[in-house]
Structure formats: C-alpha cells, structure tokens
C-alpha cells in the first residue's frame, strides 16, 4: 500500500528523473546522430571522478558549492578534449573515448584505495541515490537544465559541435551528481534508440518511455525494497525494447505494400 510518506519519498525522485531526461532526451539524438554512443559514459564517469575528489577533499574547500564546480570542470574538460579528438582522430573517436572512460573508472579506484568510505562512495556515483533526493537538492539542476534547453533553442546543439560538448558535459555531470553514472547512460540512450525509427511524435514518444520508465522503476523499488537505481535502470531499458518493438511493428505495417 503506497502512503503518503512513500509518495513523499517517490515525488523528488521522480522530479530528478524529469530533470535528467529533459535535457537527455536531445542530446541523445545527438549522440546516435553523431556516432558516439559512448561519450556520456566517459564524461560521467570524468564527472563523477572530480565529484570523488570534491567529496574526499571537502574540508579544504572555502565554499560549499565546489561539490558542483568541481566535477563539471573535470567534466568540461573531458569534453574539450573529446572534441579536439574528434578533429584529429575522427574514424577513432569511439575507441579514445573509450579509453578515456576506462582511464577515469581506474584513476576513481586508485583515488579511493585508501579511503574508509571508498567502495561505497564508487557505488554511490556508479549506482546513484536518487530515492534519497530531497527538494533542496533539485534546485540548481533545474536551473541550468533550464538553461540548457534555453540555449539550445536559440543555439541548437547539432549546428555547433563546441555548444554541444560543454552542454553535454555540464547536463551530464549535473545527472551524475543526482541519479549516478549508470542511470545517467541508461536515460540518454535508451529514450533515444527505442524511438529511432520514427519520424512523427518522437521526441513526445521519447519522453513517455522516460517517464514510464522512471516511475515503475521507482515503485518497483519501494514496494519490493530493491536498489533504486539498478531498478529504474532495469524498468528503463524493459519499457524502451517494448516500445521499440512496437515502433519496428508498427512501422512495418504502415510500409506494407497494400494488395
């Protein structure tokens, strides 16, 4: 039975998971569009590296919002160097990033070798804790998300690949910072490749497997006690191969040679 403190702790949640998606669902059309699927990963995981160092080192810092500026400047740097690689190494640009992320996965594990608290901090910004996500935590990702789409209106991404790479860096590491790496990755692709194939209502289509996938994601959580983000992660990828063979379905039917 869902109470009214199980709808306190779903509706935050819920609302981060809005947040991420309104700014992943365009940039991953992006992402497929420019062939690199594999960007997001490497730029959260740079992103959650800067926010590992921003956590270890917090008692050093003059202001108490360098657990924000410090991860997106590791992630804004990622990201400038990611597009400087796609100049020079362009046919290898999936292989490097690749690479890159592997290279931050391991700098992450070192760094936090002799920490205490390591292995559960990894989890924390792999996993994510977005069912712990209180109100006072969405306000500045709202903001820039805002932002964000703002820009891209006046300054569409696709025309612009440094507007897209520092926009990406920044959406993303503000998602890690909220849900974690791997729900950051599942809320870019998934939306994007189960709605491929169309040409009308996608973006709206998109949207509905997001939030479908998030809000089952989270009562699935709730009501059986599961890992928030391994579940939505679970239901996310569930509802996009569902919707996806529908839409091939579909599309088939409507190509069809008529007798």
């Avoid at 690479?99 to 070192?110: E, I, K, N, R, T």
């Avoid at 996608?202 to 006690?225: E, K, N």
């Amino acid at each position: 039975m869902i109470n009214s403190d199980l709808i306190n702790i779903l509706l935050p949640a819920l609302v981060a998971g809005l947040i991420v998606l309104g700014t992943h669902i365009p940039l991953g059309k992006q992402v497929l569009k420019r062939n690199i699927i594999f960007i997001d990963l490497a730029i959260a995981q740079i992103a959650a590296l800067g926010a590992i160092m921003a956590e270890l080192h917090h008692n050093e810092w003059t202001s108490e919002h360098w657990h924000w500026l410090l991860p997106i400047a590791f992630a804004l740097g990622g990201a400038l160097l990611i597009s400087q690689l796609e100049k020079l190494v362009r046919h290898e640009l999936e292989a490097f990033i690749g690479l890159l992320y592997v290279l931050a996965a391991v700098c992450g594990v070192l760094v936090l070798a002799d920490s205490p608290h390591g292995d559960e901090l990894l989890q924390s910004m792999l996993a994510g804790q977005i069912l712990w996500t209180d109100w006072h935590d969405l306000l500045v990702p709202a903001i820039v998300s805002l932002a964000l789409i703002s820009l891209w209106i006046w300054f569409p991404p696709q025309r612009n690949a440094t507007i897209f790479y520092l926009s990406f860096a920044v959406a993303i590491t503000l998602s890690v910072q909220l849900v974690g790496v791997y729900l950051v990755f599942t809320s870019l692709i998934v939306p994007a490749v189960a709605t491929s194939a169309l040409t009308k209502y996608r973006t709206a289509t998109a949207v509905i497997i997001g939030v479908l996938g998030y809000f089952l994601g989270l009562l699935i959580s709730l009501l059986l006690d599961l890992p928030s983000g391994a579940a939505i992660v679970a239901t996310l990828i569930s509802v996009g191969l569902c919707c996806k063979v529908v839409i091939a379905l579909y599309c088939d039917t409507a190509t069809a040679p008529k007798n």
